[in-house]
């Protein structure tokens, strides 16, 4: 069983930055991909970026591309979400989501593991 639990949400102001936190519990992080996806109100839940289990691939959102980083510690089991020049558009609940495959994937379907999310805020 592998736990997820997220951090670093909180009130930005719009061009600012924030960086999120994902610490896994279980064994064998350093084999998991891991995604962040993001769910505005009376939206759906869609993609962000992710990253496969060597750190060598990162796919991003095109929205996201030049202003989002994500990177992985595995000394520490955490994952990061960098994000800048934040804008109202980036206004969700952001989840980290791991799977055993060790992908890169996109698609939520791809991830068995999901943590509760951190509110991530936008002062205009």
């Known amino acids: 069983q592998v736990q997820l639990v997220e951090s670093g949400g909180g009130l930005v102001q719009a061009g600012g930055s924030l960086r999120l936190s994902c610490v896994a519990s279980g064994r064998s992080f350093d084999r998991y991909g891991l995604g962040w996806f993001r769910q505005a109100p009376g939206k759906e839940r869609e993609f962000v970026s992710s990253?496969?289990?060597?750190?060598?691939?990162?796919k991003y959102r095109d929205s996201a591309k030049d202003r989002f980083t994500i990177s992985r510690d595995n000394a520490k089991n955490t994952v990061y979400l960098q994000m800048n020049r934040v804008n109202a558009d980036d206004a969700a609940i952001y989840y980290c989501?791991?799977?055993?495959?060790?992908?890169?994937?996109?698609?939520?379907?791809?991830?068995?593991?999901w943590g509760q999310g951190t509110q991530v805020t936008v002062a205009s």
């Open positions: 990253i496969d289990w060597s750190g060598d691939t990162k």
């Open positions: 989501a791991a799977t055993f495959r060790g992908v890169a994937g996109t698609g939520e379907y791809e991830y068995r593991y």
